[in-house]
């Protein structure tokens, strides 16, 4: 069983920060590319950013300069890093990964949402 689980969002002033967070855990062999998705209400899910086992990421060009993903393999775990916050970015944000498991194999993982709200 392989769980993800999002932690860091919350309400926040335009112009401000918010780290968030998201933690693999269960029974993972590798986890692959990872990345962060947001859904604004009334809109349909779209990619913000995504990270190889590597280090090498993508950035939708709406957050460029201002967000920073990252990861830890060692703690099967990922980052977003928000800075200049835009009302615009308020969603719904969920962590994806592709991990193959430990009996080998592979699938692609979401988890639940954490809640990101930037007012002006």
């Known amino acids: 069983q392989v769980q993800l689980v999002e932690s860091g969002g919350g309400l926040v002033l335009a112009g401000g920060s918010l780290r968030l967070s998201c933690a693999a855990s269960?029974?993972?062999?590798?986890?692959?590319?990872m990345g962060w998705y947001r859904q604004a209400p009334g809109k349909q899910r779209e990619l913000v950013a995504r990270?190889?086992?590597?280090?090498?990421?993508t950035y939708a060009d709406s957050v460029k300069g201002r967000f920073t993903i990252s990861r830890d393999n060692a703690k099967n775990t990922m980052y977003l890093q928000m800075n200049s916050l835009k009302p615009e970015d308020t969603a719904v944000y969920y962590c994806n990964s592709d991990i193959i498991t430990a009996r080998f194999s592979r699938g692609d993982y979401w988890g639940q949402g954490t809640q990101v709200t930037v007012s002006s």
């Open positions: 269960g029974s993972i062999f590798d986890i692959r590319d």
């Open positions: 990270i190889s086992k590597g280090g090498t990421t």
